[in-house]
């Protein structure tokens, strides 16, 4: 059975630090892998989706990486600012499902 | 840019109720979903459908049910409501087998069953 985890559970950093959020996955043959930003009692945002054949995937000051030999991805903030504030989920698809697999999330915390 | 809509932010219901969620896209998905996201559990896999009149059971159906009569539209029914129903619903959809296409999601009902 698929696990994701994202650890930590809560982020918080001072405004224009480049920054990490990590998510590991036990199952290796995955489909792809999202990461998605949610805002306080809203739904949620895509940010970035990585096919299981890619190594990486850009917009803006948003990276994310996969390695899934080692069952990890990271998504890299790049100076980060307050507006950034969110709760950032990492799910990923297996192969032959339909279904997304989701972390629990990163609260980031941006001050000022 | 694809839309899922529901059609309602917040609700509020009494204990016993039949309640009907509505999740509408229009982007041609073949796939629907329903989650609910409760703290420290996470997003929950309720129910899916990958075809009109075709349902699968996700993680935790019970006390639920589904219905996709038309392609657009995915309606989750909560047949009697309980105050441990009460929980964020989300709805999503997506292409089937892409790798390269994900999830969109609405911006979700806040449901408190009272």
Known sequence: ?112 | DVKVTQSSRYLVKRTGEKVFLECVQDMDHENMFWYRQDPGLGLRLIYFSYDVKMKEKGDIPEGYSVSREKKERFSLILESASTNQTSMYLCASTLQGRANYGYTFGSGTRLTVV
């Open chain 1, 1 to 112: 059975k698929q696990e994701v985890t994202q650890i930590p559970a809560a982020l918080s950093v001072p405004e224009g630090e480049n920054l990490v959020l990590n998510c590991s996955f036990t199952d290796s043959a995955i489909y792809n892998l999202q990461w998605f930003r949610q805002d306080p009692g809203k739904g949620l945002t895509s940010l970035l989706l990585i096919q299981s054949s890619q190594r990486e995937q850009t917009s803006g000051r948003l990276n994310a990486s996969l390695d899934k030999s080692s069952g990890r991805s990271t998504l890299y903030i790049a100076a980060s600012q307050p507006g950034d504030s969110a709760t950032y989920l990492c799910a990923v698809r297996r192969g032959g499902s339909e279904k997304l697999v989701f972390g629990k999330g990163t609260k980031l915390t941006v001050n000022p």
